[in-house]
């Protein structure tokens, strides 16, 4: 004991554990609170909009009044995820706090009157946003700066879907997928745990998915999730291109931006209506926990996609991870069907995949 006392580098971690201790703790409370409020706000608005289908009439003229508020306040923060990503890897000036309550409320609107977005993105630019703030109070240097906002993003993630290991993860990763800044494990693990804990103090209850079965490992089932996995890369890199390449289209067609939300409302609007499409906007949280129970339809991912490529590309603003997952799961039990397959360590294994899905830097205006 005396011997590894001794030792200088061990004495001389001690300032650098309490130093981030501290500050991960102190962006953790603020991005734990916020994401239950947004979460109770959420849970609020999808009951409402459950209650009173008629509401969906009401989209384009909630993204015309979302795309407004954007065109005039929000501009310096439109980049959403990617303004992050750039501070993160350039650092220049500190992110505008207005970033977070402009996401969370336009993410509510959105999901209140109907359009299928998701939650990654908000709680992204939430997390950051307000880890952020702490830039000027402590006055951090640069790379000090990089790690809060690593951490930000951490909680923000871990708060929101209530996965503190995930979001510790997204943190470190979202420079560039596969590559960790490990000298911000130690604060992102920390601010991951903190802010979900403080966000279930709220009283808030994540989504528990159950799997009733799980088969054992054997080279089938093993062959299985390498060929699942590679049928929900493909199915996510076909719903980044679309929702990139569409959201491209409508800039070239539409200059003026709050119109973009406006027009997108007018064809979720009359496709919902037209094909009762009603379980394909919102968060879809009862089609994912429906998908691992039994097969879904083999056209249920391509009609969330669709709707959710819509309201991506026509400047929604929110996360899309649970887009992304909810497309899966559907493909999965398609897939499931296929193959005359239908273990729950497939659908597992969708899940598992999707938790690790990212913004990038090509991905649309939120």
């Not at 973009?260 to 879809?284: N, Q």
């Not at 391509?302 to 493909?331: E, H, I, N, P, Y």
Request: charged share 15%; proline share 5%.
């Amino acid at each position: 004991m005396r011997r590894y006392l001794s030792r200088p580098e061990q004495i001389e971690l001690l300032p650098y554990l309490g130093k981030w201790l501290v500050l991960a703790s102190i962006v953790a409370v603020p991005a734990g609170s916020v994401s239950a409020f947004f979460l109770i706000a959420l849970d609020r608005a999808t009951q409402w909009r459950e209650a009173h289908l008629w509401i969906i009439w009401l989209l384009p003229l909630a993204g015309l009044g979302a795309g407004l508020i954007y065109h005039r306040l929000g501009k310096a923060v439109d980049g959403g995820n990617n303004l992050l990503i750039d501070e993160i890897h350039d650092p220049k000036k500190v992110v505008p706090l207005r970033m977070a309550p402009l996401v969370l409320g336009a993410t509510v609107v959105s999901q209140l009157f109907g359009a299928s977005v998701g939650r990654e993105g908000t709680a992204v630019q939430m997390g950051g946003a307000l880890a952020d703030q702490l830039t000027h109070v402590f006055r951090l240097a640069c790379e000090d700066r990089r790690i809060v906002l690593m951490a930000g993003i951490s909680a923000g993630f871990a708060a929101v879907f209530g996965t503190p290991l995930a979001g510790a993860v997204f943190g470190l990763e979202v420079l560039a997928i596969g590559r960790m800044r490990y000298d911000a494990l130690f604060p992102c693990v920390v601010a991951a745990i903190v802010a979900d804990q403080v966000c279930l103090a709220f009283g808030v209850h994540h989504t528990h998915y159950a799997i009733a079965h799980v088969v054992p490992i054997g080279a089938w089932s093993v062959l299985a999730v390498v060929l699942a996995g590679i049928v929900f890369g493909l199915a996510g890199a076909a719903f980044a291109k679309a929702a990139h390449g569409f959201g491209a289209w409508v800039k070239r067609r539409i200059a003026y931006a709050p119109l973009r939300p406006l027009a997108g409302g007018v064809v979720i609007a009359t496709a919902v209506w037209a094909l009762d499409a009603h379980r394909y906007i919102g968060l879809g949280i009862p089609d994912i926990v429906r998908s691992l129970q039994e097969p879904m339809q083999p056209w249920d991912f391509l009609g969330k996609m669709a709707f959710t490529v819509l309201s991506l590309g026509t400047a929604s603003r929110a996360g899309r991870s649970r887009r992304c997952s909810t497309s899966a799961r559907r493909w999965a039990t398609r897939w499931l069907r296929c193959w005359a397959c239908r273990s729950r360590c497939w659908r597992a294994s969708a899940s598992w995949r999707c938790s690790r899905a990212r913004p990038t830097r090509r991905s649309p205006p939120r």
